[in-house]
């Protein structure tokens, strides 16, 4: 099931990277002249879009074809992921790189693995569902206080946290 997870994730990256370098003209739409990425925002506004795939992953997981519908989500969160990399990269020839190190893959320490772990929780409700549904349902295991769920949401509030305390000051020091 994680190679599932994990091959639909690389394949939207790779075809995100391939997309993502043709230049579009959404720069004051993505880095403010303050540092801040998306426009600035509260803290909540951030969470919230960190968040956001992990939403949908739990959303397709209360479906029958969430089955289907969970490796598609995770290869569009590679291809959002992969193609916004290249594009800041295709941007700013000098400093694309450190921009998307900063930008990107700082909160993605914490996103990715938590969506990793989001996925692989709700593919398996789902593939419950779907047995339950076969009428050949596998039993569902029982696992007390493995703090799966409280790691997500500690995970979700440091990517916050990182979008909204370190990026904006890294990006200032980038673009100087």
């Known amino acids: 099931m994680l190679l599932v997870l994990a091959a639909g994730f690389l394949a939207g990256s790779a075809a995100g990277a391939l997309a993502g370098s043709a230049a579009f003209d959404l720069v004051p739409q993505l880095l403010a002249e303050d540092g801040s990425v998306y426009g600035g925002?509260?803290?909540?506004?951030?969470?919230?879009?960190?968040?956001?795939?992990?939403?949908?992953?739990?959303?397709?997981?209360?479906?029958?074809?969430?089955?289907?519908?969970?490796?598609?989500?995770?290869?569009?969160?590679?291809?959002?992921?992969?193609?916004?990399?290249?594009?800041?990269?295709?941007?700013?020839?000098?400093?694309?790189?450190?921009?998307?190190?900063?930008?990107?893959?700082?909160?993605?320490?914490?996103?990715?693995?938590?969506?990793?772990?989001?996925?692989?929780?709700?593919?398996?409700?789902?593939?419950r569902l779907l047995g339950a549904y076969t009428r050949r349902a596998p039993p569902m295991p029982r696992r007390r206080g493995d703090g799966r769920a409280a790691a997500v949401a500690l995970m979700l509030l440091a990517a916050a946290g990182v979008e909204y305390f370190i990026v904006p000051t890294l990006v200032r020091l980038i673009l100087k």
């Not at 694309?96 to 938590?114: D, E, K, N």
């Open 41 to 127: 925002g509260s803290y909540a506004a951030l969470l919230l879009d960190c968040s956001a795939a992990h939403l949908l992953t739990l959303l397709f997981s209360t479906s029958v074809i969430g089955v289907l519908l969970i490796p598609a989500a995770m290869a569009m969160r590679g291809f959002t992921l992969a193609c916004s990399a290249a594009w800041l990269a295709a941007a700013w020839p000098g400093d694309g790189w450190a921009l998307a190190l900063a930008v990107l893959a700082l909160p993605a320490l914490f996103t990715v693995p938590s969506l990793f772990v989001t996925a692989q929780s709700g593919m398996a409700f789902s593939l």
